[in-house]
């Protein structure tokens, strides 16, 4: 098993950019997330899913967008960057209170 | 959304010396977790605890899901150096599917 893949690991975009960052897991998982990581905020729920095709938020939505049309991928979409939202991003899934996460995104938005 | 508040904020301790953290919230959450990061990786999971007042370790970890269900302590013993991490404490409200996390104690270790 991989686990929690996510792609790409940096990116570096200009504000007004869009970008996907892309999260699979193949451990048939129904909960997946996403975080943002800041210093000093530890990790912030953006979008959450508890199964193909159900999507929510979380703390902090608002520049983001999710869907969930497999159980395996959950993309985050940002439709239109900007520097405040420079930080790293890591995707989990899990079974029960057992979160897997990813090895993160590194995104810097100029 | 719900603040869990994590201290300290850092930590410098000698090898081989014991480590307490806690995380405290407003809420009387479900379940409590712990985590390791370490530098550029994603949050493990260490610890999970489910019952108030439930004592469980993992190694020379032992973690404590307090009475009142309002926080969490974590002890590591006799730290070594590849202890040294960010460590997370994380909340299940009783509603809900979302986990909460506090905002992380860095352990260095110094040998």
């Known amino acids: 098993n991989a686990g929690v893949t996510q792609t790409p690991k940096f990116q570096v975009l200009k504000t007004g950019q869009s970008m996907t960052l892309q999260c699979a897991q193949d451990?048939?998982?129904?909960?997946m997330s996403w975080y943002r990581q800041d210093p000093g905020m530890g990790l912030r729920l953006i979008h959450y899913s508890v199964g193909a095709g159900i999507t929510d938020q979380g703390e902090v939505p608002n520049g983001y967008n999710v869907s969930r049309s497999t159980t395996e991928d959950f993309p985050l979409r940002l439709l239109s960057a900007a520097p405040s939202q420079t930080s790293v991003y890591f995707c989990?899934?899990?079974?029960?209170?057992?979160?897997?996460f990813g090895p993160g995104t590194r995104l810097l938005v100029l | 959304g719900q603040q869990l508040n994590q201290s300290p904020q850092s930590m410098f301790i000698q090898e081989g010396e014991d480590v307490s953290m806690n995380c405290t919230s407003s809420s009387i959450f479900n379940t409590w977790l712990w985590y390791k990061q370490d530098p550029g990786e994603g949050p493990v999971l260490l610890i999970a605890l489910y019952k108030a007042g439930e004592l469980t370790s993992n190694g020379r970890l032992t973690a404590q899901f307090g009475i009142t269900r309002k926080d969490s302590f974590l002890n590591i013993s006799a730290s070594i150096p590849s202890d040294v991490g960010i460590y997370f404490c994380?909340?299940?409200?009783?509603?809900?599917?979302?986990?909460?996390f506090g905002t992380g104690t860095s352990l260095t270790v110094i040998p």
């Open positions: 989990a899934s899990s079974y029960s209170e057992t979160q897997y």
């Open positions: 994380a909340g299940q409200l009783f509603t809900g599917n979302q986990f909460y």
């Open positions: 451990m048939n998982h129904e909960y």
